[in-house]
């Protein structure tokens, strides 16, 4: 069975089911629900007890319990650019917003990345009287770039210099 296979059936057990994605991460739980929903619909993985959860929650065979745990092929099926128009507006704020976050978080940490393995993200529903917003907040470590080579008083990795 393909992981694509797999997140159709899945689909469609929660459509048949009327299923909220609060619901299928209340039963599966043990991480965020942006984690969660991303392994059902296959570019991150569950791990054991989560893949059980879930295989018992969806009535799913032994080998679909375990294909939930493998490692997936994260990005796959992707067109670039993202052509629904919501995932396209994530990709527009980093093509626009990105160079200014680059930007200032070296200059706030220095030569690196954020990471996006060690990472946390939250979102939430704000209220607004001219109309409700989308609240996105992540965190990821800072991850400085290693100087490959470096002696004597020559700083091994990027961190800010001072």
């Known amino acids: 069975m393909k992981r694509s296979d797999l997140t159709e059936k899945l689909l469609d057990i929660k459509r048949e089911n009327g299923w ?7 039963e ?3 991480h965020s629900d942006v984690l969660i929903v ?18 018992k929650l969806f009535g799913l065979s032994r080998v679909e319990q375990a294909l939930l745990n493998e490692v997936p092929m994260r990005g796959e099926g992707m067109t670039m650019p993202p052509t629904d128009p919501l995932i ?3 990709y527009e704020l980093v093509m626009i917003n990105g160079p200014a976050w680059k930007a200032l978080i070296e200059e706030e940490f ?3 990345i954020m990471s ?3 990472f946390d993200m939250t979102m939430q529903r704000v209220a607004d009287p001219k109309g409700d917003r989308v609240s996105i907040g992540m965190t990821g470590k800072f991850l400085p ?3 490959y080579g470096a002696t004597g008083n020559n700083a091994p990795l990027g961190y800010k210099e001072e």
């Not at 991303?38 to 989560?50: D, E, R, S």
């Open 145 to 147: 770039y290693k100087y």
């Open 20 to 26: 909220s994605w609060k619901h299928i991460c209340g």
């Open 110 to 112: 220095g030569d690196g």
């Open 88 to 90: 396209y507006r994530f």
């Open 38 to 55: 991303g392994a059902i619909l296959g570019q991150m993985k569950l791990t054991k007890p989560q893949a059980a959860a879930a295989a």
């Open 116 to 118: 996006a393995i060690d």
């Open 28 to 30: 599966i739980g043990g």
